[in-house]
């Protein structure tokens, strides 16, 4: 019986010698291995609140440490002689951040390798110039930003980041793996590493992730697989890459790419991808085939510029193109779609493609290129020496957008077939143009008319007067036409926002027929205005109308105006 209280009493003793812990509300700076030491006395805590900074030549080890279970803040190590961090290994998370750096004789991060961190914008680890450290491990509780960075002799690491991953300036490593095990978001960026050769990125979920794999001048091999949605690859500066294996045939959403001044790179016959926002191939000397260039689905833009060897286009994926082609200072054969055309037997017409005529030789060469009838995108003539546009008389349709802009034509003689322009008509800055009487659309919507800046132009009869039942436009625009003498027409159009501006020789607006303003007769905008010697607005069609709100009718600063008869508005 008394064997079993001398066991009760040297339970008690040892429970009360046991420091019971709490919070330390305040920051805390060790400099001495002395002040390691008496950590436990001094402080009696187990979480702190603040931050825990340990920097001091003079501390080896952080033993005295093994009850912190909890930093509420940063935690800093640095400037010390530690050659591992055992006595951190309780720790379970870090709030902010938690930065190690400038420790000389640090061989090892085992002792953290499963501390973890709560997600707050601010919360970062980094690793930095810890010039005896080898290997860095997975953390695989670290799901925030990390850098690693400037370690001398740093040869592996296994860390699987998770969010905003900047890995740079380690100069003797060699090959980094990641291996998928997370999803990552945000900045993945792996540049500088002098000796860095090979970098395999297996089934990365890209979600918002901006890939870069920059300025690593003896990186020979690039592998990365995987899904993507939203985000990029910037892959740039590598003047020993030859080996690019990229497989991205997963949903994709939004997606860039940039394959840029990779010096030794002669091929892309390992890149494949779903469909892709904007994928551009610039600036790599050497390139000279593009045949494993594989695209599944589509590409909105693409843009292939400053290959000097690149001379067979053909492979591109340019039926894949939705929106714009880009081609400039490649070899010859490549320069431009017009080469590309004659090289490959290429009609542009079967694509989904913007088309753009710069110059007179352009226009002229159309048939050749496109002979198209229906351009399924935009047209776009805009260039100071286009005279005339005859080789454009077999276009009858336009998908989107017709632009004329700032050219040298007299007239639209050449468009006398085009009936159709689906989406917007923009005429503007040609200083010659006299007439558009060419046109003869027959639309009944347009998301804008737009007729500015042209100044000898006379009359724009064939648009203010479409022979259509009904004409629905959102933006009609008539604005700084000098030579404009008079509008008359405009029936059976439906105008929600209508500007006539600025049209100094303009003296008389007639809305004839039934014109309607607005859905259901409710506008937005009617604006007639600093229209110089305007005498007289008169029309049908305006009983009743009713503006969206009180600034949606303006007439005004129209300085010889005497006559307005609207009806009752």
């Known amino acids: 019986m008394q064997e079993l209280k001398n066991l009760c009493l040297l339970f008690l003793l040892m429970l009360g010698s046991i420091q019971l812990m709490a919070q330390c509300p305040t920051d805390i700076t060790l400099t001495t291995q002395a002040q390691v030491d008496a950590f436990p006395n ?42 591992n961090l055992n006595g951190l290994q309780n720790i379970q998370v870090i709030r902010e951040r938690f930065t190690i750096e400038n420790n000389p004789n640090l061989l090892s991060l085992d002792a953290i390798s499963n501390i973890g961190s709560d997600v707050f914008w601010n919360n970062r680890m980094n690793i930095i110039a810890n010039n005896a450290l080898l290997t860095i491990p997975d953390f695989p509780n670290w799901a925030v930003p990390c850098t690693i960075a400037n370690n001398t002799i740093l040869q592996e690491v296994f860390f699987q980041p998770t969010s905003h991953f900047k890995l740079h300036n380690n100069p003797s490593l060699t090959s980094y793996v990641y291996n998928g095990n997370t999803d990552m978001e945000g900045l993945f960026d792996i ?50 890459l030859e080996n690019l294996v990229i497989d991205l045939s997963g949903n994709t959403n939004d997606f860039n790419i940039l394959l840029s001044n990779n010096a030794s790179l002669s091929n892309l016959d390992n890149v494949e991808m779903e469909s892709v926002a904007y994928l551009q191939i610039n600036d790599n000397p050497i390139l000279e085939n593009v045949e494993g260039l594989v695209i599944n689905s589509s590409i909105d833009y693409l843009q292939v510029i400053n290959n000097p060897l690149l001379q067979d286009c053909c492979s591109l994926p340019l039926d894949k193109v939705n929106y714009n082609i880009s081609l400039s200072d490649n070899a010859t054969g490549c320069s431009s779609i017009y080469q590309i055309a004659e090289s490959c037997d290429i009609n542009f017409c079967d694509f989904d493609q913007n088309i753009v005529l710069t110059s007179q030789a352009e226009v002229d060469a159309f048939p050749a290129t496109y002979d198209c009838i229906v351009i399924e995108g935009n047209l776009t003539i805009s260039g100071d020496d286009i005279t005339n546009i005859d080789a454009l008389q077999n276009i009858e349709e336009i998908k989107q957008v017709l632009t004329i802009n700032n050219t040298l034509l007299t007239n639209l003689n050449g468009l006398q077939n085009l009936t159709q322009v689906n989406e917007k008509l923009i005429i503007k800055n040609n200083d010659v143009l006299e007439n558009i009487d ?49 509008l008359i027409g405009f029936n059976q159009y439906v105008i929600s926002n209508f500007h006539i501006n600025n049209n100094n020789n303009v003296s008389i607006i007639e809305f004839n027929g039934q014109i309607n303003f607005g859905n259901n007769g409710i506008v937005t905008y009617l604006n007639i205005v600093s229209n110089d010697n305007l005498t007289t607005i008169t029309g049908s069609g305006f009983d009743n109308m009713i503006f969206e709100d009180s600034y949606g009718l303006s007439i005004r600063s129209n300085n010889s105006l005497v006559n307005i008869e609207l009806g009752t508005i």
């Open 42 to 83: 001094t402080y009696e805590c187990d979480t702190l609140l603040g931050t825990l900074v340990i920097t001091g030549a003079d501390i080896i080890n952080l033993d005295s440490l093994q009850y912190l279970i909890l930093l509420d803040d940063d935690l800093i190590i640095e400037n010390t002689s530690l050659v």
């Open 191 to 240: 540049h500088d590493n002098e000796n860095l050769e090979t970098i395999n990125i297996n089934s990365l979920d890209f979600f918002d992730v901006a890939l870069r794999i920059h300025n690593n001048p003896n990186l020979t091999y690039i592998s990365c697989n995987g899904e993507n949605d939203e985000g990029g690859i910037n892959i740039y500066d590598n003047a020993a």
């Open 438 to 486: 060419a046109l003869n659309l027959t639309n009944t919507y347009f998301d804008e008319i737009k007729i500015q800046n042209n100044a000898a132009l006379t009359s724009i009869e064939s648009i203010i007067n479409i022979p259509t039942s009904l004409i629905e436009v959102d933006n009609f625009m008539i604005i700084s036409n000098q030579a404009l003498t008079q």
